[in-house]
């Protein structure tokens, strides 16, 4: 029973009108009606779980997202999650949350995963991980790829949250996969990832916001935005992973 899951749609609902906000949406009948299915999305703001919720509603289906166990433990967030069943991921015992991930598919849920891992700095498509490829064909279920652009604007990583009134938010939904136990997950993934290049290219395309000056910060840095680029990005982990590393190791260091 779904008691819960209906109402925060409802609420949010009424937030995105609140703040005046506009969906700009393609696909969303690619979606399966019935029966479970993967919606493999990119991620670049805190709030994507919300808008892939909202672009799976045309097939009126619920998604239940992956999403760290953090989020479950939460004293506000986590009887949400649990209530809307959301599959907690404990990056230490990932295992489980994939098993519970099948699980689900098989009793003909959607769930929600965000191949990336991370929200990505740079607006563009980061590597991928296996993990949505290996459960699609694991469940025998669809993987269906999706975007979603200009959540970033209102909340990402990095950047003071700015619930500014009137924002696009542009939601595209793809043409599904099948992916099999016989396939390789690694040229699944490559080919889930290349479909979702096409479909980002179309959304930024389309986006009826687009900046007309140079220099937006929310906006890819190849098409003239003053967003990192993924190289920038990429430079900036790899520097704070070894800062990281060198406190962990200074800290185990023995004292006089």
Same mark, same amino acid.
Not at 40 to 46: E, F, K, M, P, W
Not at 47 to 72: Q, Y
Not at 135 to 140: C, I, V
């Given at each position: 029973?779904?008691?819960?899951?209906?109402?925060?749609?409802?609420?949010?609902?009424?937030?995105?009108?609140?703040?005046?906000?506009?969906?700009?949406?393609?696909?969303?009948?690619?979606?399966?009606?019935? @029966?479970?299915?993967?919606? #493999?999305?990119?991620?670049? *703001?805190?709030?994507?779980?919300? =808008?892939?919720?909202? /672009? !799976? +509603?045309?097939?009126?289906?619920?998604?239940?997202?992956?999403?760290?166990?953090?989020?479950?433990?939460?004293?506000?967030?986590?009887?949400?999650?649990?209530?809307?069943?959301?599959?907690?991921?404990?990056?230490?015992?990932?295992?489980?949350?994939?098993?519970?991930?099948?699980?689900?598919?098989?009793?003909?849920?959607?769930? @929600?995963?965000?191949?990336? #891992?991370?929200?990505?700095? *740079?607006?563009?498509?980061?590597? =991928?991980?296996?993990? /949505? !490829? +290996?459960?699609?064909?694991?469940?025998?279920?669809?993987?269906?790829?999706?975007?979603?652009?200009?959540?970033?604007?209102?909340?990402?990583?990095?950047?003071?949250?700015?619930?500014?009134?009137?924002?696009?938010?542009?939601?595209?939904?793809?043409?599904?996969?099948?992916?099999?136990?016989?396939?390789?997950?690694?040229?699944?993934?490559?080919?889930?990832? #290349?479909?979702?290049?096409?479909?980002?290219?179309?959304?930024?395309?389309?986006?009826?916001? !687009?900046?007309?000056?140079?220099?937006?910060?929310?906006?890819?840095?190849?098409?003239?935005?003053?967003?990192?680029?993924?190289?920038?990005?990429?430079?900036?982990?790899?520097?704070?992973?070894?800062?990281?590393?060198?406190?962990?190791?200074?800290?185990?260091?023995?004292?006089?």
């Amino acid at each position: 029973m779904d008691i819960v899951y209906p109402p925060v749609i409802i609420a949010a609902r009424t937030m995105f009108a609140a703040l005046n906000l506009s969906f700009d949406t393609e696909g969303g009948s690619y979606l399966p009606r019935r @029966g479970g299915a993967v919606l #493999a999305s990119n991620h670049v *703001s805190y709030l994507d779980f919300i =808008f892939c919720g909202l /672009a !799976a +509603r045309p097939s009126n289906r619920l998604v239940r997202f992956m999403a760290k166990k953090s989020t479950f433990d939460n004293v506000m967030s986590g009887p949400l999650m649990k209530s809307m069943h959301h599959i907690p991921v404990d990056r230490s015992a990932g295992a489980g949350a994939f098993a519970n991930a099948v699980e689900a598919l098989r009793k003909g849920q959607v769930v @929600g995963v965000f191949p990336e #891992a991370t929200i990505s700095q *740079s607006f563009e498509l980061k590597g =991928f991980k296996s993990g /949505a !490829a +290996r459960m699609a064909a694991q469940a025998d279920v669809p993987l269906v790829p999706m975007i979603t652009f200009g959540g970033q604007r209102l909340w990402t990583k990095g950047r003071p949250r700015d619930m500014e009134r009137g924002t696009c938010v542009a939601l595209t939904v793809g043409e599904p996969l099948r992916p099999t136990e016989d396939d390789d997950p690694a040229e699944v993934t490559a080919e889930l990832k #290349a479909r979702m290049k096409v479909l980002f290219e179309d959304t930024l395309d389309r986006y009826p916001q !687009a900046p007309q000056e140079d220099g937006a910060w929310w906006w890819p840095a190849r098409l003239g935005g003053g967003a990192p680029t993924p190289e920038e990005m990429e430079r900036l982990t790899e520097q704070y992973k070894a800062d990281k590393q060198a406190r962990a190791r200074a800290e185990e260091q023995p004292s006089g």
